[in-house]
């Protein structure tokens, strides 16, 4: 190994060297990685954006393409996680980091040229798309790389922070992107689209090109500032994990909370142009659709230090039942079959209170595995990487469900009935296993 590269000797776990030389090292790991992090998720969402407008400047794409395009950063990030959750013990914290980094700008690149021509096919968007999800993809080797550097005791505040901020930049993209697009600042690549309803000239280039120089800067810091942790092993001695009943269950936690997360955040501005702009003409998604992914991004930082604390398992509890309880109001309320502009305002409200609840989930179940996971921390953050691998397919499977559900019964509802019972299958395991007087790994 290359000893400028890789640390020797580093175990969190030892109080002594934690106080003296190990807390730096973490927290110093943690501002990179985090930062890094930050832009992925911004990468991972700029389609978010981008289908809201694509319409309105000229292409022809329907409402179920339009559900496909914003799915397919969804369908990469979650098979790009799958990939990821074996990396770090292969290769390292610095050479999977920086590297990831780097690559991000190329679809970046494709994106702001793509959108300046209005001859671009949807093939070519699908195919953009799909590259957009590397921004996803590679969370899945942030977070374990990070359960490696910081002690059982804090790991759910470390986790919380970065999967925190990492989750700032989906409202980053929806908040800064309106702004962004009305400025000149690429104008010299002979840019600039036109409003057809309006006649108004957007840069709708902008929002892909602004984070180039970004990733470009972030990808060096990481190349020339990161170490990495020697918890070797190969993809097939990795494989353990898939042996023990918890990695199963985990995922099933994870998807009720990050799942339901992503795939709102993808899905939420869709939805609010499907369901309340032909009641409310004035109505813009994106004045309100970076709300939900702030208010979850929020409460996942917060509640990271709550459940180091109090342990993850009460929160995830409180999560599941809540979310089923505002999933049945939407149904019921007629919130997602709305006959005027008036109910906009609940079903913001209830939208914005199931972000506020997975925030709350995403850090519980992350404070939950190191735990659950215990005897092996190589284990523990294997199956981190995987439960958020198979939960970033959250992006994909809301966006195409949604559009599959209003084909087979006219409108959502379906789609949130299978939501209840994945979240009531998902309430039950964490009880059961986790929570109840006497359960087998209470945490």
């Known amino acids: 190994m290359n000893n400028s590269e890789w640390l020797s000797n580093y175990d969190p776990s030892d109080e002594g060297f934690w106080n003296s030389t190990g807390k730096k090292i973490a927290w110093k790991t943690l501002t990179i990685t985090t930062t890094a992090l930050l832009f992925s998720f911004a990468t991972w969402f700029l389609y978010s954006v981008i289908v809201i407008k694509l319409p309105q400047i000229g292409y022809q794409f329907s409402d179920d393409q339009l559900f496909w395009l914003a799915a397919m950063p969804g369908l990469a990030g979650g098979i790009l996680r799958i990939v990821n959750t074996f990396l770090i013990p292969i290769y390292g914290t610095k050479k999977v980091i920086s590297i990831t980094t780097f690559i991000k700008i190329i679809p970046l690149l494709m994106l702001g040229f793509a959108v300046m021509d209005p001859n671009t096919s949807f093939q070519y968007f699908m195919v953009i798309g799909f590259l957009m999800g590397i921004g996803g993809g590679d969370f899945s ?28 930049g989906v409202s980053l993209v929806q908040l800064l992107s ?27 280039e902008n929002i892909a090109f602004i984070y180039v120089v970004p990733l470009f800067i972030t990808g060096i810091w990481a190349w020339f500032s990161l170490k990495s942790i020697p918890v070797m092993a190969t993809f097939r001695e990795q494989l353990d994990i898939f042996k023990d009943k918890h990695t199963l269950y985990c995922t099933m936690t994870y998807i009720m909370t990050f799942g339901i997360f ?15 702009v032909p009641l409310d ?17 929020a409460t996942r930082i917060i509640f990271g230090k709550v459940a180091d604390k109090i342990g993850g398992a009460f929160l995830t509890q409180l999560t599941g039942l809540c979310l089923i309880l505002l999933f049945l109001t939407l149904i019921f309320g007629g919130y997602l079959t709305p006959t005027s502009k008036n109910d906009f305002k609940a079903f913001l409200a209830i939208i914005l209170c199931i972000f506020f609840f997975t925030g709350i989930g995403n850090a519980a179940t992350f404070k939950q595995y190191p735990v659950i996971f215990s005897n092996s921390p190589r284990k523990a953050a294997g199956v981190i990487g995987w439960t958020a691998a198979v939960a970033a397919f959250g992006p994909f499977v809301f966006n195409v469900l949604i559009s599959q559900s209003r084909a087979i019964s006219g409108d959502a509802r379906l789609f949130f009935w299978f939501l209840i019972v994945g979240c009531v299958m998902a309430t039950f395991v964490n009880w059961y296993f986790y929570t109840r007087k006497g359960c087998e790994r209470p945490c």
């Open 281 to 297: 003409k004035d109505l813009d998604p994106l004045q309100y659709a970076f709300y939900g992914p702030l208010i979850g991004s």
């Open 178 to 204: 309106p702004l962004i697009m009305s400025l000149t600042i690429f104008s010299f690549l002979g840019g600039g689209e036109t409003i057809i309803a309006t006649g108004k000239k957007i840069y709708l």
């Open 141 to 168: 080797s942030y977070m374990p790389s990070t359960s490696l550097f910081f002690p059982k005791k804090e790991a759910g505040t470390a986790l919380g922070i970065q999967a925190g901020i990492g989750n700032f």
């Open 262 to 276: 992503a795939g709102l955040s993808a899905s939420f501005p869709l939805m609010i142009k499907n369901l309340y």
